[in-house]
Nanobody, 124 residues
Framework: QVQLVESGGGLVQAGGSLKLSCAAS????????MAWFRQAPGKEREFVAA????????STADSVKGRFTASRDNAKNTVYLQMNSLKPEDTAVYYC?????????????????WGQGTQVTVSS
């Protein structure tokens, strides 16, 4: 089991940038696929981005492709989400998630460990 704690959320104007961090504890972090999901008020949780345990494979949702980038530093047990050109529709609670194994998936039910979430608010 991996314990996850997100940070870096906040209020930003449209067009701005934020970088989210997710600190993990647990010896299985370096062998876990890490992902970011988000949930806006009144909407279902949706996939944002995922990265394989060595960082060689990534997957990004079409809605954020070209603007958001997932990365990881296994030496620091941390995964990041760089968010550029933010839009008001990116406003949501962002969650970090982990799953064992090598397969990068976009389905939330494949991920067994979750952080508590961090709020991102983009003003117009």
């Amino acid at each position: 089991q991996v314990q996850l704690v997100e940070s870096g959320g906040g209020l930003v104007q449209a067009g701005g940038s934020l970088k989210l961090s997710c600190a993990a504890s647990g010896r299985t972090f370096s062998s876990s696929v890490m992902a970011w999901f988000r949930q806006a008020p009144g909407k279902e949780r949706e996939f944002v981005a995922a990265i394989s345990w060595r960082g060689g494979r990534t997957s990004t949702a079409d809605s954020v492709k070209g603007r958001f980038t997932a990365s990881r530093d296994n030496a620091k047990n941390t995964v990041y989400l760089q968010m550029n050109s933010l839009k008001p529709e990116d406003t949501a609670v962002y969650y970090c998630a982990a799953r064992s194994g090598a397969v990068v998936t976009t389905t939330q039910y494949d991920y067994g460990s979750w952080g508590q979430g961090t709020q991102v608010t983009v003003s117009s």
